[in-house]
């Protein structure tokens, strides 16, 4: 299966699509609070991901800490930098978690996999098993970033994405795609239906930051943005069906 899946013609009871991985940043789970996590809103996202899920497709999700903490807000107001990043990765834990128990409510097994170790809490990054996880049906919510500071989620995410060997990305986030410019400022912004990762750099469209981008590029692993905010939409976006950007070669 290739990135074309996405583009192909397909009824919405089926996809080609085997593997993915949905990334999402923390904001999406704060709903229209300023901070923080919104129950409501994680249900609604956990729904999304059943109605995949119901599909047979595996599901890996990268949720990222931003509704709670971000490492360069922390270093900004003189707290140590790797300090803050690792307060960061811990706000993910606390997003993954709370995806995890609204996921669980609706009957979809899961596992919590955190980069950093912390037994007691949820498992330790093992990739052996957690393809043995996927392979089980059981949605992988990866935890922790990638472990390390200086980075992001969405780098966590196409790390992730490429070991777990994920057809794609499918990047949930408020508009439906990648545009030009700002929609939100912009009224005659103009969405890219596909955009290359050297174009994204380039224009430095915002889809991802750098990093994360390189890594898709440098692996040919196709990024999907579409809109987290039209119901039903992520289940569609994997039938090849409303607006979205692909990112790829
Ligand atoms: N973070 C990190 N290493 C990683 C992933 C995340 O240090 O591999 C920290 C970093 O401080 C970041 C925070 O965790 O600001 C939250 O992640 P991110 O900003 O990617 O969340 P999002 O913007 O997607 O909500």
Redesign the pocket.
């Given at each position: 299966m290739t990135a074309d899946a996405v583009n192909s013609d397909t009824s919405e009871s089926e996809t080609k699509f085997n593997r993915v991985l949905l990334k999402i940043?923390?904001?999406a789970l704060m709903g229209d609070q300023g901070f923080g996590l919104h129950p409501p809103t994680v249900e609604r996202i956990a729904n999304e991901v059943k109605s995949v899920h119901d599909l047979g497709v595996e599901i890996c999700m990268v949720i990222?800490?931003?509704?709670i903490?971000?490492?360069?807000q922390g270093s900004a107001q003189g707290m140590e930098r790797t300090t803050?990043?690792y307060m960061?990765?811990l706000?993910?834990v606390m997003n993954a978690l709370a995806m995890q128990s609204a996921l669980e409510g609706l009957g979809v097994f899961t596992r919590v996999i955190s980069a950093i170790p912390m037994d007691q809490v949820c498992e330790p990054y093992i990739r052996r098993r957690a393809v043995r996880h996927l392979e089980k049906k059981r949605v992988c919510i990866f935890a922790a970033?990638?472990?390390?500071?200086?980075?992001?989620?969405?780098?966590?995410a196409t790390l992730r994405a490429n070991e777990m060997r994920c057809e794609a990305i499918f990047k949930g986030t408020k508009v439906d795609g990648v545009y030009d410019k700002d929609p939100a400022k912009h009224d005659d912004a103009v969405r890219y239906e596909n955009v290359s990762y050297d174009e994204c750099l380039q224009k430095r469209l915002g889809v991802m930051d750098a990093s994360a981008i390189a890594l898709a590029r440098d692996n040919n692993l196709p990024i999907i943005v579409f809109s987290l905010d039209e119901p039903g939409g992520f289940r569609g976006i994997l039938a090849g069906k409303g607006t979205y950007t692909r990112v790829g070669g």
């Open positions: 940043s923390g904001e990222g800490g931003g509704n903490f971000r490492g360069l803050a990043d960061g990765m706000a993910t970033g990638t472990g390390n500071p200086y980075f992001t989620t969405d780098t966590a």
